[in-house]
């Protein structure tokens, strides 16, 4: 059974840092580009970050470029998003998603259809 795990989400105060991990186990992950995501409550889930299956290119929504980063661990199976200077508005629950295409996560748009994705992780930002 394919499955991607996220975990690290919890509360922070605004300026706090937080680091996401999603490991990926049913199936090897190497060769896919794997992306974060994040829905706000009463909002459309949106972008966040996406990353291609060697590592060498990452993309970055507008409201978290400079302040989030991408990463990835081929060898634990293990995606991670690193999340500095958090602010309120960063408060929602995170998923991390993988598809073959590195394009379609770097242009994912509400409704279109990735190969897996997880769970969530919920962060909250108090101000």
């Known amino acids: 059974q394919v499955q991607l795990v996220e975990s690290g989400g919890r509360l922070v105060e605004a300026g706090g840092s937080l680091r996401l991990s999603c490991v990926a186990s049913g199936r090897t992950f190497t060769r896919d580009a794997m992306g974060w995501f994040r829905q706000a409550p009463g909002k459309e889930r949106e972008f966040v970050a996406a990353i291609n299956w060697t590592g060498g290119s990452t993309y970055y929504g507008v409201s978290v470029k400079g302040r989030f980063t991408i990463s990835r661990d081929n060898a634990k199976s293990t995606v991670f998003l690193q999340m500095n200077s958090l602010q309120p508005e960063d408060t929602g629950v995170y998923y991390c998603?993988?598809?073959?295409?590195?394009?379609?996560?770097?242009?994912?748009?509400?409704?279109?259809?990735?190969?897996?994705w997880g769970q969530g992780t919920q962060v909250t930002v108090s101000s």
């Open positions: 998603a993988a598809d073959q295409y590195f394009h379609i996560i770097m242009t994912w748009i509400p409704g279109t259809s990735l190969d897996y």
